[in-house]
């Protein structure tokens, strides 16, 4: 099974900062890495798939880079509404694991 | 729109079978493999398990820590993925989504609102 590292755990910052969010990937698989958000008492969200296409209706504040084993998603300048908890994961094959996810506090 | 609803959550005994369901809606289900995902109290996301579509050959692929205990299972007449799960454990608490993809590898764009499966005595 592919095993999926993110840092940080979790995260304060202020409206407005650029917060960055990794994810390591035990194992090499070139761009199959999405990004969700997640908030409380809610299903997750698509961010980014593909590593760094941003899904259709989602600021651009959002992006994603990465390829192979080591991704980031970055948000540019922090909003309110961004407190959330952030996972990444990859589709490359099953099991699709997550990374045990970035609790993001504004 | 895209509309997925999971629906037979309940609280049930350890060792008793419970069946999922995952309504859709505004898409042609058929053409969609579905997959179910778990998320057990305070914890981050599992993948269950899924069923290819018809043209795909329908066939399943599971988590190792429900292979043998769960299946699912499709009503393309209906737009119904079902989950059926035997031999409930305690550690099979979780809310459970159901989620729709085109092809394998591709992301999951939308999602339900999750169910509740509560396992205790």
């Known amino acids: 099974d592919i095993q999926m590292t993110q840092s940080p755990s979790s995260l304060s910052a202020s409206v407005g900062d650029r917060v960055t969010i990794t994810c390591r990937a035990s194992q090499s698989f070139g761009r199959y890495l999405n990004w969700y958000q997640q908030k409380p008492g809610k299903a997750p969200k698509l961010l980014i798939y593909a590593a760094s296409t941003l899904q259709s209706g989602v600021p651009s504040r959002f992006s994603g880079s990465g390829s192979g084993t080591y991704f980031s998603l970055t948000i540019s300048s922090l909003q309110p509404e961004d407190s959330a908890t952030y996972y990444c994961?990859?589709?490359?094959?099953?099991?699709?694991?997550f990374g045990q996810g970035t609790k993001l506090e504004i | 729109e895209v509309k997925l609803v999971e629906s037979g959550g309940d609280l049930v005994k350890p060792g008793r079978s419970l069946r999922l369901s995952c309504t859709a809606s505004g898409f042609t289900f058929g053409d969609y493999a579905m997959n179910w995902f778990r998320q057990a109290p305070g914890k981050g996301l599992e993948w269950v398990g899924f069923i290819k579509s018809k043209t795909h050959g329908g066939t399943t692929e599971y988590a190792a820590s429900v292979k043998g205990r769960f299946t699912i299972s499709r009503d393309d007449s209906k737009s119904i993925a079902y989950l059926q799960m035997n031999s409930l454990k305690a550690e099979d608490t979780a809310v459970y989504f159901c989620t729709r993809v085109p092809v394998l590898g591709a992301p999951f764009d939308s999602w339900g609102p999750g169910t509740l499966l509560t396992v205790s005595s």
């Open positions: 994961q990859h589709t490359f094959n099953t099991p699709y694991t």
